[in-house]
């Protein structure tokens, strides 16, 4: 087969403007802007999905690419600072009801040790204190109320994330694409048109008629458009290993801007989770069940009642989500980004980390200029393998809980399909084996590394029921003091860096 070289495309039309088709223009228009013809179409009769305000501390490279500063987003989308989240209610052992997963820094390396030291006596049968909140400063940033931005001091960075109003984050990316020469068309695409050989010959919009471009970009969301429905590309479900199928969202007010913690809470309720992620303008609430167990009017009242919401008039969205991945998110001339690629639901927020990994790493491959099949199938399996490596993190969550309340939590734990890599995980833990073995030996594959895995088995508490005593545990009191110390020393509050970037 003759090899053909990948180049920048001369044009490229984005169809949909959710928040991924504007990070993908905003992207595409950095990287090609000077000689590639970038317009987007979004429909008029279809709207976004507008859910999406956490992210992982991966989004911050996105904005500093960009040249953007805090101040200048971050205002426009009454965005916080996330350091973390806290997940209450996944285990029923006693003394382990609520665990935290940290983002990192440098400042936890010690504490951190001491807190892997500990994991591994207590698998043995032996007495030491295994919480992650313990270990991490990330943790007292959160109990303290502080901003996850060090003072300029010190010579590392600090991971964080952000909270953000998902809308709100389009329409500032929009403004950004269109004064960068975006070309912006308002109208619904009625069909896609395609070649013999397979690919996307052009779009059929409603008042636009046709247009066509070199590369098109689905980010179409939950429907994929072109990717699923014009050139079939296979979806391969995750609803074996993951139940959760519709969501329900409901803003609730603010809170007082010195009561904003810097954390998304993601507690279980009876056939699910709700996040509660805090703004400086409300707080999104909402939450994420399985209608095969639970009817949308219970988890709505559900979750009213967890708000204190129930006779108030505020307004439930109702959503049905699809859980999976296609298998070739570049495929023929059209790349998939966003919903239309692929969701895993969003316990551990990661969608638009996966958007972000897709365009960059699809535009250093283009850039390279190598031979376009063994391109595309090498990209196709990173992204593939990013994806999966994502998906056994959040099963994970699943699998572990100790939930006896429902059918649902009993079925989340039994019935469902882990990975060979995850069940190996949970196995050698279980088994007081040599867990930095099975770390090592999966590098390659897991997404989410060494401290994460740590703090998920031993903040649901998996452990041997009795322990011995025994004097080779870590002094926890010390890591907590370092912990503490490190907070106030080098962090400011929360409130007032928020008053900064708000000012
Ligand atoms: P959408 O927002 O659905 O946009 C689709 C676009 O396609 C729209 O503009 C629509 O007009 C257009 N379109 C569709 N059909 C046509 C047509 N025929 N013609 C023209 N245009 C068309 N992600 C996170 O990172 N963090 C989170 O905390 C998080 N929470 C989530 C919670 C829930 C319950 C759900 C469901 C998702 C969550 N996500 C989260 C995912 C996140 O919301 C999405 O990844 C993100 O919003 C991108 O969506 P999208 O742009 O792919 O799709």
């Known amino acids: 087969m003759m090899s053909i070289k990948l180049e920048q495309p001369k044009s490229i039309l984005i169809v949909g403007g959710g928040t991924a088709g504007w990070m993908a223009a905003t992207s595409f228009l950095a990287a090609w802007g000077e000689n590639t013809q970038i317009t987007l179409i979004e429909s008029d009769d279809i709207g976004i999905i507008g859910v999406g305000e956490g992210s992982t501390p991966y989004l911050k490279q996105y904005f500093s690419n960009l040249n953007i500063e805090e101040k200048e987003w971050m205002a426009a989308c009454d965005a916080t600072y996330k350091a973390g989240i806290t997940f209450p209610r996944w285990s029923t052992i006693k003394g382990y009801e609520s665990y935290f997963h940290p983002f990192f820094s440098q400042f936890d390396l010690k504490p951190a040790e001491m807190f892997f030291h500990n994991s591994g006596l207590r698998r043995r049968g032996y007495q030491a204190d295994v919480h992650p909140e313990n270990y991490f400063v990330s943790s007292q940033l959160v109990q303290q109320k502080l901003a996850p931005i060090p003072d300029s001091s010190i010579p590392f960075d600090v991971d964080y994330g952000y909270h953000f109003d998902s809308g ?3 329409h500032f990316l929009k403004t950004r694409a269109k004064n960068l020469g975006l070309k912006h068309v308002v109208d619904h695409v009625q069909s896609i048109v ?45 609803n074996k290993s993951l139940f959760n199928n519709a969501a329900i969202a409901i803003p609730s007010p603010a809170l007082a801007p010195d009561a904003i913690a810097p954390h998304t809470v993601s507690t279980a309720l009876s056939n699910g989770w709700a996040w509660e992620i805090p703004l400086t303008s409300r707080v999104g609430n909402g939450y994420v069940y399985s209608n095969d167990f639970q009817s949308a009017d219970n988890a709505e009242l559900e979750l009213r009642q967890k708000l204190n919401l129930v006779d108030a008039d505020v307004e439930a969205r109702h959503l049905k989500m699809k859980v999976g991945r296609v298998e070739h998110h570049w495929y023929k001339n059209c790349l998939g980004v966003g919903l239309s690629q692929g969701f895993i639901e969003p316990l551990e927020a990661t969608a638009l980390m996966l958007i972000q990994f897709t365009l960059e790493k699809f535009i250093k491959r283009v850039n390279s200029g190598a031979d376009t099949l063994n391109e595309q199938q090498h990209y196709n399996q990173e992204i593939n393998a990013t994806f999966d490596g994502v998906k056994d993190y959040i099963v994970a969550h699943y699998k572990l809980n100790t939930r006896t309340d429902s059918q649902y939590w009993h079925a989340c734990r039994e019935d469902i399909i882990i990975s060979n890599t995850l069940a190996e995980l949970i196995e050698t833990w279980d088994n007081g084996e040599d867990f930095e073995r099975v770390l090592t030996k999966y590098k390659q594959e897991l997404v989410y590394l060494r401290p994460s895995w740590y703090c998920i088995l031993s903040g649901m508490g998996r452990f041997p029921g009795s322990a011995k005593t025994n004097n080779q545990a870590g002094p926890t009191q010390q890591a907590i003091a370092y912990c503490e110390k490190m907070a ?14 708000h000012a």
């Open 194 to 238: 395609t070649t013999a050989h397979g690919e996307v010959d052009h779009i059929v919009s409603r008042n636009s008629g046709i247009l066509n471009a070199d590369l098109y970009i689905d980010c179409t969301g939950f429907s994929s458009l072109i990717l699923d429905k014009a050139l079939k590309v296979p979806f391969q479900s995750f």
């Open 168 to 170: 709100k984050l389009g």
């Open 488 to 501: 106030k020393q080098y962090f400011v509050s929360h409130h007032s860096q928020l008053s900064t970037i």
